[in-house]
């Protein structure tokens, strides 16, 4: 899991809510940061012939950030900021250290959006964290069936079942 380094901010963070739902959504949101964060060293390592995953992956977290932040918003909460650097679970050195990046930043991601079903107390928050983490999914297997592996997919995604 890709992880926030510290630093000084200019803009102090926002608390954590004390919610289960908003919890889960303030943790969900983190996971999107880091990823968006952490799909630029994919790109900076991916082969040319991957930049299309990589960019579609990109778009993707980052159209579910800006929707996230919207939901959190109507909902009165406060969305954490980005940090200024996160720190890798691994090197990334090469194009298959890259994708196996892209698959645990799915994988971290599809664990903070089943949270955000299991701790939903509203329909549309929890839609909402079915699509993304359908999408985590589906991206996943993607980069799981660029490196050859088998099976592409899991039954039950963000889970350990």
Do not use: K
């Not at 983190?30 to 040319?48: L, P």
């Not at 903070?112 to 549309?124: F, G, K, L, Y």
Request: negative net charge; charged residues 25%; aromatic residues 6%.
């Amino acid at each position: 899991m890709t992880t926030p380094t510290t630093s000084p901010s200019a803009q102090p963070e926002p608390p954590r809510p004390d919610g289960a739902t908003d919890g889960a959504l303030y943790d969900a949101l983190e996971v999107e940061h880091a990823a968006i964060y952490g799909y630029g060293i994919v790109s900076a390592h991916s082969t040319f012939d991957r930049n299309y995953l990589v960019a579609d992956a990109m778009n993707e977290h980052r159209a579910r950030r800006e929707a996230a932040i919207a939901l959190m918003e109507e909902r009165g909460v406060a969305a954490p900021l980005p940090a200024a650097g996160y720190r890798l679970p691994g090197e990334v050195d090469d194009p298959r250290q890259a994708a196996e990046l892209a698959v645990t930043m799915e994988q971290d991601a599809a664990v903070a959006w089943r949270a955000v079903i299991e701790q939903a107390d509203d329909q549309t928050v929890r839609a909402f964290g079915v699509n993304a983490l359908t999408e985590c999914a589906v991206t996943a297997a993607r980069w799981r069936r660029l490196m050859g592996e088998t099976p592409v997919t899991v039954a039950f995604p963000g889970g350990s079942e």
